[in-house]
């Protein structure tokens, strides 16, 4: 029997001298992922409150979503749009490109899709 390997971690990342909020996706996420994590990054974002983050998503390992898992992550996104500097999509989904271009229209600041770690990193930092 396999186990399948399904959450969201969230972490905080040094690159040089910033630090970026990190999402990775893993698996096929649920409504118990979300219930689970949602009072995670609420603690986190308290931290940050009134600044402006960046935020690097990592859905390399990711393989999508239950249906009401999707509905959980639009309301992850609204809730914290408005503290966002910048978002990195980073993965290997050919949907990808499109989210980060619908997400956009969701948060304050800009979102961009990358196929390549150091990339995202890159546009990050600049």
Not at 9 to 15: A, I, K, N, P
Not at 56 to 64: A, K, P
Not at 107 to 118: L, P, R, V
């Amino acid at each position: 029997m396999r186990l399948e390997r399904h959450g969201i971690s969230v972490g905080l990342e040094r690159f040089g001298s910033e630090f970026f909020l990190v999402f990775k996706a893993i698996g096929k996420l649920t409504h118990d992922d979300y219930q689970t994590i949602t009072p995670v990054l609420d603690s986190a974002l308290a931290g940050v409150k009134g600044k402006h983050v960046k935020v690097l998503v990592d859905i390399s390992e990711f393989s999508g979503w239950e249906l009401r898992a999707a509905w959980d992550d639009f309301q992850l996104g609204l809730k914290i749009g408005f503290n966002v500097d910048k978002v990195a999509i980073y993965g290997d989904k050919n949907w990808q490109e499109l989210a980060s271009k619908v997400g956009s229209w969701f948060i304050s600041g800009e979102m961009q899709s990358f196929h390549d770690y150091d990339s995202a990193i890159k546009w990050l930092q600049g």
